[in-house]
């Protein structure tokens, strides 16, 4: 019997997935990036029977955290989010939990790595549980999020990507948006398919992603 399941469900007009973490031992569940369609989330808890015990941010843009108050008016759980973020400021009544780099979250009988991966936010993060990582907006199917933005550092992006790239190529990647014909991928297959995975190097990269020819002084 698996130890986890990933229910993964797209929501809203910007094609964002929110993902149910399911550690099935106990029923125990996390939702990630709740936002767009409350009562869909929580269908989809009551109908599996799962515990929902915690929340989980990938960051704080708006598409991925609009749904957090009405969630919380459902189960009043506690919120983890990047220490590192700055564009997202949780409710005041929320138990809050600021992760770092190589944290580590558990569920039930899970443990849940977390990686801190910016670029597209200085407090983008990634959830690793088992051989299933939850990317959110720093890694799509054959993309990766938008480094145009105020708070976003495309050089920070491509050292993200980096790190991502160094676990096994068995990982499964689950995007935070339905970008591509397929909804998730292995690791090994995105370092052959994903252009900004390919990149060899930061000049490379930067001219892919942001239409920079110039190498960076």
Request: charged residues 20%.
């Amino acid at each position: 019997m698996k130890n986890v399941i990933i229910h993964q469900f797209e929501v809203g007009p910007m094609q964002n997935f929110v993902y149910l973490i399911e550690e099935t031992a106990t029923k125990k569940a996390a939702v990630v990036d709740p936002a767009w369609d409350v009562p869909k989330i929580i269908d989809e808890v009551n109908t599996r029977n799962l515990d929902l015990t915690s929340l989980y941010l990938t960051h704080g843009h708006h598409d991925h955290v609009n749904g957090v108050e009405e969630l919380l008016r459902f189960k009043p759980i506690p919120i983890y989010l990047s220490a590192h973020e700055t564009i997202y400021s949780t409710p005041s009544s929320a138990e809050t939990h600021l992760l770092k780099d190589h944290d580590h979250i558990t569920l039930g009988t899970l443990d849940i790595a977390v990686i801190h991966t910016p670029g597209h936010t200085p407090g983008g993060q990634c959830f690793l549980v088992e051989n299933h990582l939850i990317s959110g907006d720093t890694v799509f199917i054959n993309g990766c999020g938008r480094c145009d933005l105020p708070a976003s550092n495309p050089e920070d992006m491509y050292h993200s990507l980096r790190k991502i790239m160094t676990l096994p190529d068995p990982t499964v990647i689950y995007p935070g948006h339905n970008y591509y014909s397929a909804a998730t991928d292995t690791l090994g297959n995105q370092k052959q398919t994903n252009p900004f995975m390919a990149s060899e190097n930061l000049h490379t990269f930067l001219r892919l992603r942001m239409g920079i020819k110039k190498a960076p002084m």
